[in-house]
T-cell receptor, first 111, second 118 residues
């Protein structure tokens, strides 16, 4: 039980669809992160939020749009994705410079 | 630039035996942190153990221990008395501080797939 939840756990969408991934942390942390994990590649950091302010955007295409309405919630809005965007999307949270705690991930398939 | 290298794509170990998973790192920062995570087939990244660059002793957490050799820039994970449930991907990661330490990002290695055999 890590205290970080993600919904949905699995998502299949077409290239013209719009969907959102949700992450919620119950640990009282002040930073949240989105990572992408593709097959046979290291985890790639996408976005970092600290106190609801985005502090890093790792050259992520604009078809991925993050939103952090408060310190407990993080969303990743998806639109007009490509098949190569199919991956496991992991959310994590941390407090200051502590280790990161991850959610179970959303396995996304883009048809 | 910071970098994590895991040279073992896959490892086998017999149940109840110990296994060492290799990790080397590269950084010019004097202060850094090293992590190991376990990722079972379900996908969740589970935090196992942490080693700070200034820690005098090797970190231990139950059956997990970290063999930290600072001069060689290695941080190998040792799992003692392997269990079938230890079968998973294992990732070594380094912390890169952002915003003066207010947040951090993790640089991950490519992982090692461990298979525990009965």
């Amino acid at each position: 039980e890590t205290g970080v939840t993600q919904t949905p756990r699995h998502l299949v969408m077409g290239m013209t669809n719009k969907k959102s991934l949700k992450c919620e942390q119950h640990l009282g942390h002040n930073a949240m992160y989105w990572y992408k994990q593709s097959a046979k590649k290291p985890l790639e950091l996408m976005f970092v939020y600290s106190l609801e302010e985005r502090v890093e955007n790792n050259s992520v295409p604009s078809r991925f749009s993050p939103e952090c309405p408060n310190s407990s919630h993080l969303f990743l809005h998806l639109h007009t994705l490509q098949p190569e965007d199919s991956a496991l999307y992991l959310c994590a949270s941390s407090q200051a410079d502590s280790g990161q705690f991850f959610g179970p991930g959303t396995r996304l398939t883009v048809l | 630039a910071q970098k994590i290298t895991q040279t073992q794509p896959g490892m086998f170990v017999q149940e109840k035996e110990a296994v060492t998973l290799d990790c080397t790192y590269d950084t010019s920062d004097p202060s850094y942190g090293l992590f190991w995570y376990k990722q079972p087939s379900s996908g969740e990244m589970i935090f196992l153990i942490y080693q700070g660059s200034y820690d005098q002793q090797n970190a231990t957490e139950g059956r997990y221990s970290l063999n930290f050799q600072k001069a060689r820039k290695s941080a190998n994970l040792v799992i003692s008395a392997s269990q079938l449930g230890d079968s998973a991907m294992y990732f070594c990661a380094m912390r890169d501080l952002l915003r003066g330490g207010a947040t951090n990002k993790l640089i991950f290695g490519t992982g090692t797939l461990l298979a525990v055999q009965p």
